[in-house]
């Protein structure tokens, strides 16, 4: 009897420790069809479910040696540097990140035809007219959201085939650093005062969601810019009451207070969120609510 070998899709995952990258390979290590590599720049994976090779993207031959060695059919890159404020001052460590290492890996895809699949962010847009579609005029008000246009604009005239996924206020479970979601549970658990603002509104984007959007695109293989968002607008103050009330924590403690009490150095979109009609006609993307998302969550989460 001859035996069916199965061609699996090769799909390399950069920012593979990442909260996005963890959830991504999680995702596909459960693939029969698909041998799935991690990457991303420290020496070691947190996760121990999949394979993984140092790469840090601001290095153009480590990109290329490891995208050649690798010879991936999709690149997901959800390597970035993240933190907002710090992106004001470490300007050149965030444009390296964000730009740099998006046209090393464009680069590396356009020799090989590797789809190279990129996540941006809703902070390309001022957040003055919110919520946003594919087609909307952007205008960042700070350096993060500079790179992240910076990273789309390169991809789009790089010649290689892509696909732009912007999301915005990602939660859901990962191993490294704790979402939103759980930042809410674990200061309401210890009885900590916090203070969320009312006046940032957008479509939180459970993860789990984002990872299936990413593969509709492998799976149909389109290309082109596609916002992925939650299915429910709100304020932050809303979200993490929903949280309170979902986790039976006491709302007492969450104080509403403006965006600019923060201080924070650089600034927020406010009146956010992104329309996600153009993924749900051409991907058939079904954004859980956040009570669905919950649901699931707790399921996973260690309380
Ligand atoms: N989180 C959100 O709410 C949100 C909202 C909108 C868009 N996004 C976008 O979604 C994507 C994923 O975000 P995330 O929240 O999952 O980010 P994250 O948790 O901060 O993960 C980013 C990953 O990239 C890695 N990385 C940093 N510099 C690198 C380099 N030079 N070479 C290789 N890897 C490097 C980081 O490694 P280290 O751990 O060593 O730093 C980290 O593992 C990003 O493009 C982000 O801009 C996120």
Redesign the pocket.
């Known amino acids: 009897m001859f035996s069916h070998d199965i061609i699996k899709k090769r799909i390399l995952v ?2 593979a ?5 963890q959830r991504t390979i999680d995702f596909y290590s459960r693939m029969e069809n698909v041998q799935v590599l991690g990457s ?3 020496d070691e994976p947190v996760y121990d479910y999949a394979d993984y090779v140092q ?4 290095k153009r031959d480590n990109v290329k040696d490891v995208v050649f060695d690798f010879y991936p059919d999709f690149i997901i890159n ?5 933190n907002v404020d710090q992106s004001e001052i470490e300007r050149e460590t965030a444009w390296k ?1 964000n730009v740099k ?1 998006v046209e090393y890996l464009a680069e590396a895809c356009r020799v090989l035809d590797v789809h190279l699949i990129h ?3 809703d902070y390309i847009f001022d957040g003055a007219n919110g919520p946003y579609s594919e087609k909307a005029k952007a205008n960042p008000l700070g350096y993060y959201g500079r790179t ?1 246009l910076a990273s789309e604009n390169a991809l789009k005239i790089s010649g290689t085939v892509h696909t732009i996924l912007r ?4 939660y859901g479970i990962a191993n ?2 704790p979402d939103f979601v759980r930042w809410v549970i674990n200061s309401l658990k210890n009885g900590k005062e916090i203070k969320i603002v009312t006046d940032q509104i957008n479509n939180p984007t459970f993860i789990d969601d984002l990872v299936q959007a990413i593969n509709k695109i492998i799976e149909y293989g389109k290309q082109g810019v596609y916002n992925i968002g939650g299915r429910d607008f709100l304020s932050r103050f809303e979200f993490t009451n929903i949280i309170a009330e979902y986790f039976g924590l006491n709302k007492e403690l969450i104080i509403p207070i403006k965006t600019s009490e923060l201080k924070q150095l650089a600034k927020r979109p406010l009146k956010s969120g992104l329309i996600t009609i153009k993924a749900e006609t051409e991907l058939g993307y079904t954004p859980h609510s956040i009570m669905e998302s919950l649901a699931i969550m707790k399921h996973e989460l260690v309380l």
């Open positions: 950069f920012g420790n990442g909260m996005l990258g991303s720049v420290e790469c840090d993207i601001t959800a390597a970035a540097f993240t990140i290492g996540i941006s962010t992240k999301t915005n206020v990602l490294s650093r």
